[in-house]
């Protein structure tokens, strides 16, 4: 997530070194916006259906919340910079390649960006313009919730502060996601993941046992704090429900970290003492306990979890030393833990000597937990995420088909879904003024000359 000043969202032409993206002729908008018409399903029975959203965001945190909002069926206008666009529509390479039919020009649309906005429609708007914030008050007017990811008080001077909000729409749900809140000493910083990573835990206790702190491989704290925002907005959809009363949402990315150091933090406050520090692909809590980690194949790595003897006895008839069960040194966990580095030097020299599908199929069934190391290409084809429908394809208005990783909620009776994939920019503006806000053509027209919109 990337809080930054909202100075930076107005004004008019391509920023520097970004001339390879192109503004989208009305024809080519009404193109896409046909073909990716064809595969909206009906939303009635989804959870969310009716409700209305407003994403005033950009980049990873706020995107993923709203994204999860329209998944469960509401309508997400994303209003974005009407040139820029969200910052992660140029974060490539990989691009997916426009084609020919499509008559656009450019690298293509981003990966990243893909990754958390379907489901979304996107308008083109400047908020510098005053007559863009005339069409953002018409929108909140018409919302339930909003949601943006800019520095606090940022948003005040130009009119779409909550307090302003409010009066506009009672009833509207603001959600601010920022890298330190609305309060405190770190309140006007800008946050990147990887700093309140850093700085609130998390890449002190991730890594090897022995090496430096590092990050998790997915901004982590983004995406958990994506999870917070939309479970406390629907918190807040039905304390409305009571009240009839919206609410401000102050969600920070430090305070989501602080928040899933889980169980490690609850050992320090009770026990008053330092963390363990970093225990690699060893489960921390379950650091006593021996072997519980994950150990080098012929062609790979695979974890084995020995979280009881009699685990353990299954771990060492599997690797063809029965005679281990029986070993004063390790016939029991604590004298197990004891001797850690010898057993666990012991158990790797066996599991290189045969490929990790090997050792799957020698422990199929054994009651032993264990599992693949996988790398990204092996989760996506792995067949079990094909048998949960996790992976998906869809036909891009401009790239033409694609594939993605499908929601992961399942419903009995629901069926959230990828309804429409991510919007190109602008793609909905001409929709969204004409027959949400009633808004005549010649005045869109208007608005577009002077760079209100896009």
């Excluded at 993206?21 to 018409?37: D, G, I, K």
């Excluded at 666990?344 to 009651?367: D, P």
């Excluded at 005045?443 to 919109?453: W, Y």
């Amino acid at each position: 997530m990337l809080a930054r000043s909202f100075a930076r969202a107005g004004g008019r032409g391509l920023a520097t070194g970004r001339a390879s993206r192109v503004l989208f002729s009305t024809t080519a908008r009404r193109r896409s916006a046909a073909a990716a018409a064809t595969d909206v399903s009906s939303t009635a029975n989804l959870p969310l259906a009716g409700y209305r959203v407003l994403d005033m965001t950009r980049v990873l945190a706020g995107p993923y919340c709203t994204q999860i909002l329209g998944d469960l069926g509401a309508e997400v206008i994303k209003a974005e910079h009407p040139t820029r666009g969200d910052d992660t529509r140029v974060w490539g390479p990989p691009f997916a390649p426009y084609t020919q039919e499509s008559g656009l020009q450019g690298p293509g649309e981003a990966a990243y960006f893909f990754a958390v906005n379907r489901n979304k429609k996107s308008i083109g708007l400047s908020f510098q313009h005053g007559e863009g914030v005339e069409v953002l008050h018409k929108l909140v007017a018409k919302c339930d919730i909003l949601v943006e990811n800019y520095i606090p008080g940022s948003l005040k001077k130009y009119s779409m502060d909550y307090e302003t909000l409010r009066k506009i729409n009672p009833g509207l749900i603001y959600a601010s996601i920022t890298g330190y809140g609305q309060t405190g000493p770190y309140s006007q910083r800008a946050g990147y993941d990887v700093m309140v990573e850093a700085e609130f835990g998390l890449m002190h206790i991730t890594g090897d046992r022995d090496g430096p702190p590092v990050k998790v491989g997915v901004a982590v704290t983004d995406l958990t704090t994506g999870l917070y925002t939309s479970n406390s907005i629907m918190a807040a959809l039905l304390a409305r429900a009571k009240t009839g009363r919206g609410q401000h949402i102050d969600i920070a990315l430090s305070d989501c970290q602080t928040a899933t150091l889980a169980n490690i933090a609850s050992s320090c406050l009770v026990s008053g003492k330092k963390d363990s520090g970093r225990w690699g692909t060893a489960h921390r809590s379950l650091a006593s306990i021996v072997p519980y980690k994950s150990f080098k194949t012929k062609d790979g790595d695979i974890l084995f979890g020995g979280g009881n003897d009699r685990l353990f006895g299954i771990l060492c008839d599997g690797l063809g030393r029965p005679e281990w069960k029986a070993d004063p040194k390790y016939v029991v966990n604590a004298v197990r833990v004891a001797n850690r580095v010898e057993l666990e030097a012991a158990i790797e020299a066996i599991t290189v000597q045969k490929t990790t599908q090997e050792w799957l199929e020698a422990f199929e069934g054994s009651g032993m937990p264990y599992a693949a190391v996988n790398d990204v290409q092996g989760t996506l084809n792995h067949e079990h995420t094909k048998a949960r429908n996790m992976v998906v394809e869809m036909e891009h208005p401009g790239c033409g088909p694609i594939k993605m990783v499908n929601t992961p909620v399942k419903f009995s009776d629901s069926k959230p879904s990828i309804r429409t994939p991510p919007p190109l920019l602008g793609q909905h503006t001409d929709e969204v003024l004409t027959e949400m806000l009633g808004y005549s053509a010649d005045e869109v027209a208007s608005l577009k000359e002077k760079g209100a919109v896009s």
